[in-house]
């Protein structure tokens, strides 16, 4: 290998390393290829003790986009907050152990650091986005705030509004106008390195033309950055060390310039629910499938949940699942959905199948058991055998 494609290769393995967008063990990727059309896709290895996933863009900036949306890391009663939900939209399983329960009376405010969520002077948990920690943060500190006797009610609405498929809706529109010129850019930087670069070095060489190499270069950074900052204005309008940072790394590292349309679509969704958005991007099919998932672990939630944890602090796990289930209930209701549908058995996948587990649907050969994968769920009997 010569010197030149050597630096193109290395280049290339630069470029690929920025397609990988880290992920919270809860979070969930919605990915586009060419067109509108979106696929549910789950960080790989990050379940259980690693915190960390990646969720991979499409390498070529003309071809899709990937969004990032979580459950609520936290489980809320009137009384307290809990660093944990045994919801587990991932099929692999839910995210982790518990963490700190803090009352709202003994905690002097909630706020946020990066990714984390601080009450008082320790870390409550951490989320998939800084945007998605300011906004818990703001949610946790505004029920801080409020009397006992309000904060149900509260929680309720800020479930709803999570929930809400227009405000989705029109959060994609807005991104999808503002990073328009942004994509152009990133495109033209892409080509002009990767196309460019290699075909004026094998036919002209670079002794004479590598000023205008990097004159050319130099336009297009200048051309992403100067769109990059208008767009992260328009949909960032709040002043952050984060939407500070993505500007600085998309002005002055190329492979970073190349990929700026990643940085503005990532921490679009913070705060929405991944069932909502995906009823916004996934064809209808898809949508219920994710449906009858989100419904089953909410009634039936992977156990043990909470094993030896105070009653005090299983009552704000119960009692949150129960709010988020009325609100995932009350959604697919607006959606022409019948919740109670989710729950019906499966088809049986052929003559063989003799029992089934009503958490994930997975089918047996035997006639009883437990699933494994659902912490130990009694099988049902298929019926119409
Ligand atoms: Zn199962």
Redesign the pocket.
Known sequence: MTDGQSFMAALAVLYGAETANVAGPDEVGFISGIGRRFRLVYPAGSIGRNPVGFVFGNPLPPLGSVFQAQNLPVSISPRGVLAFTAAATNPAGRAGDAGPYVRFSETASFDCDGRDVRAGRKRLVRCGTPEAAAKLARMLEGLRRAGEADREEMVRHALDASLDATAIRERVEEWRKAVRPVRIWANVLVVSVFAGWPAVAMTVGLFLTWPALVAALAACMVGTAVTFRRANHALYPAKTTERTQRQAQVSVVPMSAMRAHDYLARPLLAGFHPLAVAKVLLVEADFTALAGRVVRDLAMPVGPVLPGESAEVREAEESFRAAHRAAVGDFLGREGHDPAAFMAPPAARDASSRSY?P??H?QFVTEGGK?A??GG?TLKPMKGE
Do not use: L, T, V, Y
């Open positions: 587990c958490r994930c997975a699933c994968d659902c769920m």
